[in-house]
């Protein structure tokens, strides 16, 4: 009889090490003076040095990307995905008014291929670049059997860091404030198990296919658009503190979203007068989503909602367009109870 060695049984070391190979160049380049550790140590090593803060608070957020891994995996296409989970945690710690310090990964698979893995870190490192995080460690896990050949799942902690007196928290929303909105680029990193049902299911079609309602982007391209980081536009209006509250608008839609940082006896109204990608307009067609479900599953176009005072309306709306954003009004804060939409 063959002697059974861990190769066998579906997991490869010698695999595992070629992706660490692979990815240590991109994950050094997010390393800055505070990283104490190398790729490869047991645990990440930070320096928490917040001498130049009086009471700093730190800020934790975990999440995944969901299944808008199998549309990756259907383009063969996972660098994408590395950048989408790293500007979603971004973005959930940004509420709060925070600044991320360090991120760190999990990847999961039926059967690692160091590339893949690679190219999965290489959007992580990409983005941490873009958003001043370091990438300090992760993991990655070949679990045969409990994921198919194929298979991969990604997930992330952030840690940030926020003055106390910075803290947005909505505590202070009133009736009469208004609700400003930042644009998505499509999907961000959820609704894809309903948007791949009807894309693939329902319509037929397959990532490579262009549809006349996204011009020239396939329904890959469309659907893989990289979730965006709202960082660089949201640190001026902090500094001055311009927004009484912000919302991340990602699963549950606006409705399940705005309604998490309203105070007891505030409620808003929202007017969806903003640009809505075509993605969404394809969603809708083709499966025949009611209007409340597709405002119940996706972002609609508003990745971001801001709550400021009357008076600082116009402030905020010329920061965020010195920083190239476009900026709408989305609604405004009503008292009573409950998110409504008044077409």
């Known amino acids: 009889m063959k002697p059974v060695d861990y190769r066998s049984s579906g997991v490869d070391i010698l695999e595992g090490e070629?992706?660490?190979?692979?990815?240590?160049?991109?994950?050094?380049?997010?390393?800055?003076?505070?990283?104490?550790?190398?790729?490869?140590?047991?645990?990440?090593?930070?320096?928490?040095?917040?001498?130049?803060?009086?009471?700093?608070?730190?800020?934790?957020?975990?999440?995944?990307?969901?299944t808008k891994l199998k549309v990756a995996g259907m383009m063969g296409r996972y660098g994408t995905v590395g950048s989408d989970l790293v500007n979603h945690c971004v973005?959930?710690?940004?509420?709060?008014?925070?600044?991320?310090?360090?991120?760190?990964?999990?990847?999961?698979?039926?059967?690692?291929?160091?590339?893949?893995?690679?190219?999965?870190?290489?959007?992580?490192?990409?983005?941490?670049?873009?958003?001043?995080?370091?990438?300090?460690?992760?993991e990655t896990a070949e679990m045969p059997g409990?994921?198919?050949?194929?298979?991969?799942?990604?997930?992330?902690?952030?840690?940030?860091?926020?003055e106390k007196e910075m803290i947005v928290d909505g505590s202070t929303i009133r009736p009469g404030m208004i609700i400003i909105g930042l644009p998505s680029n499509g999907l961000h990193t959820n609704g894809y198990s309903l948007a791949r049902k009807v894309i693939f299911e329902t319509a037929g079609l397959s990532p490579l296919d262009s549809h006349s309602l996204l011009g020239d982007r396939t329904v890959g391209d469309a659907l893989l658009a990289v979730h965006r980081s709202y960082l660089s536009a949201l640190e001026p209006l902090l500094i001055e503190k311009l927004v009484k509250g912000i919302a991340h608008i990602t699963g549950g839609g606006i409705p399940g979203n705005l309604s998490r940082i309203l105070p007891e006896g505030c409620g808003a109204v929202i007017r969806p007068l903003w640009k809505v990608p075509a993605i969404f307009e394809l969603i809708s067609e083709s499966g025949q989503v009611e209007t409340s479900e597709m405002r119940r599953a996706f972002n609609m176009g508003a990745g971001m909602l801001l709550i400021v005072d009357q008076g600082d309306v116009d402030r905020t709306m010329e920061l965020l367009r010195m920083s190239g954003e476009e900026p709408f009004i989305a609604g405004e804060i009503l008292r009573g109870e409950g998110i409504t939409f008044e077409d």
């Open 146 to 162: 409990f994921y198919g050949e194929g298979d991969y799942d990604v997930a992330g902690t952030i840690i940030g860091l926020v």
């Open 18 to 66: 070629k992706a660490i190979a692979l990815m240590k160049t991109q994950v050094r380049k997010t390393f800055t003076k505070d990283v104490l550790s190398d790729l490869g140590h047991f645990g990440g090593l930070f320096r928490a040095d917040f001498s130049h803060m009086k009471e700093p608070v730190l800020v934790a957020s975990t999440d995944g990307v969901g």
């Open 91 to 138: 973005n959930d710690i940004l509420v709060q008014g925070a600044s991320p310090l360090f991120f760190m990964d999990y990847i999961a698979c039926g059967r690692l291929e160091a590339s893949t893995v690679a190219e999965i870190v290489s959007g992580l490192a990409d983005a941490c670049c873009r958003n001043e995080c370091v990438l300090l460690g992760g």
